[in-house]
């Protein structure tokens, strides 16, 4: 809700203006959170001296195999937070040092009066998330991720964060990364704060997340466009059917003889999702189908001895098949060696969604598939990652 050295010679040839943000990864998901969570992402830290043209570089650390978090600094001299990488929010904010709660005070907080950059706005903000809800009011200043610096740019600082959700975490904020349209009170995103500045070569930003429990790396963000050597083969491309989330058209969901999402269905990409979620009937036959085991509402576990023999699960995107494998859409308990049952990464969500049964595609699947987010040709491109 951190650094490595890699020697990327083929990116430095090909990976014009980007800015990189490594990514670590902490813990396991079964001992720090529940499947009904919905656990965030990103910790960022730029690790490239001189970052291949007109890209930004960021790492990004991964927090029980569940949040993806990483650093941006705010303020003039600056000011350190460890923050979600969000695609399914647009909006940013971190704890206010007017904050005396325990999810604040339990996490970096910003002083606005240390800041020769900061800009009174001042308006009230109140922000609900699947798994918590927070309040406060609007400010501006300075926000630098790793050596790419955004100026004027309005967020929140949090007042209030009641419940555990925010106290547990890892990260102090969350940094939205989705359309200006969902964006509360209408404030203008980040990213899109770097399109207009032109900070970028290319209105493109793309998510490399490392799956493997036992790496020390969570994966890495890049603004600016993309990294081949995170990937294989080509981008299979959607474009985005609502320019709100990052949502797109997914035409079903296949395991083996049983077929969901039948006559197609909206799927939201979601990096601040942790598991993969649909709907609660629709779940409940993929679940059956796998042969897992429901243990609480919403939370269900395999065998760790049969993931090799769980069934493949598809998702059709455009007129390509993504596989998931069952050690790949499983979450294993790397803390404690002697627990022999694993998650299975699919969660009942109902969601209202106009358009038709929506789906989320949150980090289980990025794992697997490396992601683009393309604003300058709204659409979203994966391939199969390394």
């Known amino acids: 809700m951190q650094t490595r050295v890699y020697v990327l010679l083929l990116c430095a040839m090909l990976c014009s203006g980007l800015e990189r943000i490594q990514l670590w990864k902490t813990g396991s998901f079964q001992r720090h959170t529940n499947a009904t969570s919905n656990a965030v992402s990103n910790d960022i830290v730029l690790t490239d001296p001189e970052p291949p043209n007109g890209t930004t570089p960021e790492s990004l650390k991964n927090f029980m195999d569940v949040q993806y978090y990483g650093v941006v600094s705010l303020g003039t001299p600056p000011q350190s937070f460890n923050v979600i990488f969000d695609t399914g929010s647009s909006n940013l904010w971190v704890p206010s040092v007017k904050c005396e709660g325990a999810a604040c005070v339990n996490h970096q907080r910003y002083n606005h009066s240390r800041s020769l950059t900061y800009q009174t706005d001042g308006r009230p903000l109140k922000i609900t998330y699947g798994s918590g809800s927070l ?10 991720i ?22 547990t975490g890892k990260f102090d904020g969350i940094l939205g990364l989705a359309y200006p349209q969902i964006a509360v009170d209408h404030i203008r995103p980040v990213f899109d704060m770097i399109m207009d500045q032109k900070l970028v070569d290319k209105n493109v930003f793309s998510f490399y997340l490392d799956r493997d429990p036992s790496a020390n790396k969570g994966g890495e963000l890049l603004l ?16 985005v059917s609502f320019q709100g989330y990052w949502q797109l058209n997914m035409d079903g969901v296949h395991v083996g003889d049983l077929k969901l999402c039948a006559g197609g269905c ?12 649909g709907p609660s009937e629709e779940i409940a036959k993929l679940q059956a189908a796998v042969g897992s085991q429901q ?61 038709g049964p929506l789906w989320i595609l949150g980090d289980v699947f990025i794992g697997q598939y490396y992601t683009e987010f393309d604003r300058g040709n709204n659409r979203v491109g994966f391939a199969r990652a390394k």
């Open 224 to 239: 600016g466009g993309s990294d081949p050597a995170y990937y294989t083969g080509n981008f299979t491309y959607i474009p």
């Open 295 to 355: 243990i609480n509402p919403g939370q269900y576990l395999v065998d760790c001895g049969k993931l090799d023999s769980l069934p493949v699960v598809s998702f059709r995107l455009g007129d390509k098949l993504f596989n998931l494998t069952g050690q790949q859409y499983t979450v294993k308990e790397q803390a404690n060696p002697t627990i022999q049952v694993c998650l299975v990464g699919f969660m009942p969500m109902d969601i209202p969604n106009p358009r």
């Open 266 to 277: 909206q799927v939201i990409v979601d990096t601040g999702t942790s598991l993969i979620t």
């Open 146 to 167: 790793g050596s790419m610096v955004i100026k004027n740019q309005t967020f929140g600082e949090a007042t209030n964060e009641p419940g555990s959700a925010f106290a």
């Open 135 to 144: 309040s406060g009011f609007l400010s501006q200043d300075v926000i630098t």
